[in-house]
T-cell receptor, first 111, second 112 residues
Framework: AQSVSQHNHHVILSEAASLELGCNYS??????LFWYVQYPGQHLQLLLK??????LVKGIKGFEAEFIKSKFSFNLRKPSVQWSDTAEYFC?????????FGTGTRLQVFP | DTAVSQTPKYLVTQMGNDKSIKCEQN?????MYWYKQDSKKFLKIMFS???????INETVPNRFSPKSPDKAHLNLHINSLELGDSAVYFC???????????FGPGTRLTVL
């Protein structure tokens, strides 16, 4: 069964630091990949998605992700984080009909 | 305009009770989902409906029964609630299968 792994469970950064959150998926075929963000007490919102084409995907709020097929990875990046980026971040990938989520990464940004 | 809405937002109830959560989407999407998010924030699919037809039914106790009266609505009924059912339940929808999913605000269920 396909799985999605997020290696960083809890990341603490200062404002203006750069961010990279790891995501690996186990399925070798065509994948649709997503990053979602969940701000405290809120629902999940889509940050960005990759279906095909340019492996460097730009999303909302200055986030981007790079799909590297050979590494089965879809890491999320942001050059300079803000306090308002404090949230839970989820990587997800479709396995047939099901969207499989990683365990999430809690990001805390301190001013 | 709320895209995916759920009611109620909070639900506190006693063990053994039966409760329902309602979900509506105004996006014109064909596919709707129920997810459970546990206390560690782990999200797991429970059910999915495509055009009112059940297409995903994960290993969920049969105390949980989804119902889709039409494409825009997907309700979740839970019988004989147990302590372990306490979680946040999210409804979501997507235009078709394999597309991005839009999530509702969640229903925090607490079973005492």
């Amino acid at each position: 069964a396909q799985s999605v792994s997020q290696h960083n469970h809890h990341v603490i950064l200062s404002e203006a630091a750069s961010l990279e959150l790891g995501c690996n998926y186990s399925y070798g075929g065509t994948v649709n990949l997503f990053w979602y963000v969940q701000y405290p007490g809120q629902h999940l919102q889509l940050l960005l998605k990759y279906f095909s084409g340019d492996p460097l995907v730009k999303g909302i709020k200055g986030f981007e992700a790079e799909f590297i097929k050979s590494k089965f990875s879809f890491n999320l990046r942001k050059p300079s984080v803000q306090w308002s980026d404090t949230a839970e971040y989820f990587c997800a990938a479709y396995n047939t009909d099901k969207l499989i989520f990683g365990t999430g990464t809690r990001l805390q940004v301190f001013p | 305009d709320t895209a995916v809405s759920q009611t109620p937002k909070y639900l506190v109830t006693q063990m053994g009770n039966d409760k329902s959560i309602k979900c509506e989407q105004n996006l014109g999407h064909d596919t709707m989902y129920w997810y459970k998010q546990d206390s560690k924030k782990f999200l797991k699919i429970m059910f999915s409906y495509n055009n009112k037809e059940l297409i995903i039914n994960e290993t969920v106790p049969n105390r949980f029964s989804p119902k889709s009266p039409d494409k825009a609505h997907l309700n979740l009924h839970i019988n004989s609630l147990e302590l372990g059912d306490s979680a946040v339940y999210f409804c979501a929808s997507s235009q078709t299968r394999y597309n991005e999913q839009f999530f509702g605000p969640g229903t925090r269920l607490t079973v005492l």
